[in-house]
């Protein structure tokens, strides 16, 4: 039977329950009618394990702002550092929404969800988001890519976009006869990871794919640069030059792929990935080990990245060093651009803790009872199930959008410090962070549970300081516990 190839690209998924988007007539500016900053409940919330106060700014054209100020028990602060919204662009070639999700079931059951949402500079400035993600499913395989324009380039978002769903179509199509199930059927665990350090065959093949997709991608960006040269519709963005370069279509791209595979009747996770530029993509084991699967770019300057562009950068020889293959017993693979992966820096453990806290607000889960929550908290802290089930530590924040909105969102700093432990334990806990699943009160959007949806909001809300970028991120989870 021939193995099924499914693309899921943002061009055709059809919209999610609750998905938003800007139409024409939402593409307008407006003049501001109030300025003010919102502070939340609680004046110490983390991310991670960043200690911080939280004050979110708005700048919003809303007559319904002061019904929202009064939902903010601190009430309003001295005015200072607005933040601007304003629309995505509709007169520049091939905007990008202001935001998007999607989520599927692999080939293996995992669940498989991602997400992007349009930086607070852009939304302040309103440019457009730079950062593109695609995935899909090629027999046992699952292909992920996401990519992040250069914010100093005008048409970064573009070969973003083009360079994700080059590589995703390449892989799709060579992946699909890859049968490495066949050729590892009859080897241990342990036989597998010897074939991973030796790459021999079937992982060099596959390796060769996978060098070969980003090459493909390379080739595309500088085919749209080529096509559009000349183009007036590109060329009166460019400040007064001429011509376009194919620098101008700059962005990272990281790549992931992921199998499972039965060995002895053994089910065991490959990964591959591979990156140029920053971002990061995170493996979390059964057990809660964290694997960094990136080695992250760095340019002539302190803070610069590569890109693809590049044609130093796909060269073989330089991809080889950035190649990771790993076997494993697979919770949680992560796929993100630099917008989330520097909130949670260092990335090792604090990617560890991004995982805690998208089970903290429901984005993920793991199939645990309630009752085999409750029996294990019962045994294991004086404190009884009810109480820990009241223990929101809810966050508030608003939402900058063209209608601001208040969003609750838990912290594994602030729900640790509820439940009295710390938050090696509370991470180290898949029960404890289940239990929040089970309060009375939730975060994000209530009643909503499209799990992409969620996402996508909790993106475009948690707060770190100094954090304005855009921001995307896929994962790729088994909500089995063991």
């Not at 699952?142 to 573009?158: E, F, L, N, Q």
Request: glycine fraction near 6%; hydrophobic fraction near 35%.
């Amino acid at each position: 039977m021939k193995n099924e190839t499914i693309e899921m690209s943002e061009d055709n998924a059809n919209p999610l329950p609750g998905a938003t988007s800007l139409d024409a007539k939402d593409k307008t500016d407006s003049p501001v009618q109030a300025q003010t900053i919102i502070s939340t409940q609680n004046p110490n919330i983390a991310v991670g394990n960043k200690e911080m106060n939280e004050q979110v700014c708005i700048e919003a054209s809303t007559p319904n702002l002061e019904s929202l100020i009064e939902l903010s028990p601190t009430g309003p602060l001295m005015r200072t550092n607005f933040w601007a919204y304003k629309p995505v662009p509709n007169n520049q070639p091939e905007p990008h929404s202001e935001d998007f999700s999607k989520s599927a079931v692999c080939p293996d059951g995992y669940k498989l969800i991602g997400a992007r949402a349009r930086g607070k500079t852009h939304k302040h400035e309103g440019t457009n988001c730079d950062d593109w993600f695609e995935f899909g499913f090629s027999g046992k395989w699952t292909v992920i890519a996401v990519a992040d324009g250069a914010g100093s380039k005008p048409y970064s978002r573009i070969g973003a976009k083009a360079a994700c769903k080059k590589a995703v179509a390449y892989l799709l199509e060579t992946l699909k006869e890859t049968q490495i199930e066949e050729y590892l059927k009859g080897s241990t665990y342990g036989e597998i990871k010897l074939l991973i350090d030796k790459q021999a065959w079937p992982f060099e093949n596959i390796t060769k794919m996978i060098f070969n997709a980003f090459s493909e991608a390379h080739k595309e960006v500088h085919r749209i640069a080529n096509e559009k040269t000349l183009d007036p519709g590109y060329l009166s963005h460019l400040g007064g030059r001429k011509e376009l370069s194919v620098n101008d279509f700059s962005s990272t791209l990281l790549v992931a792929i992921h199998a499972n595979i039965k060995c002895l009747n053994e089910p065991t996770d490959i990964v591959f990935s591979c990156n140029v530029g920053d971002g990061a993509i995170a493996i979390l084991d059964k057990n809660g080990s964290l694997n960094l699967a990136t080695i992250a770019d760095s340019g002539e300057y302190s803070g610069e990245t590569d890109f693809l562009t590049s044609t130093d950068k796909i060269l073989e020889k330089n991809l080889r060093l950035k190649l990771k293959v790993n076997a494993l017993k697979l919770r949680s693979l992560m796929v993100m651009t630099d917008g989330v992966a520097d909130d949670y820096y260092p990335n090792d453990p604090e990617l560890k803790y991004l995982c805690a806290d998208l089970m903290l607000n429901r984005i993920i889960k793991l199939n645990i009872p309630e009752q085999d929550i409750v029996s294990f908290i019962n045994s294991n802290k004086p404190r009884t199930s009810n109480d820990l089930f009241a223990a929101d530590a809810l966050e508030k924040v608003m939402r900058l959008t063209a209608n601001p909105y208040e969003v609750t969102y838990r912290t594994i700093s602030s729900y640790s410090r509820a439940l009295g432990i710390t938050i090696e334990e509370l991470v180290n806990s898949p029960q404890l962070l289940m239990c929040a699943h089970c309060s009375k009160n939730q975060p994000l959007s209530g009643n909503n549970t499209d799990a992409s949806e969620m996402l996508k909001e909790w993106l475009d809300s948690y707060y770190v300081r100094g954090s304005f970028d855009d921001r995307t991120l896929v994962i790729l989870h088994d909500e089995e516990l063991t």
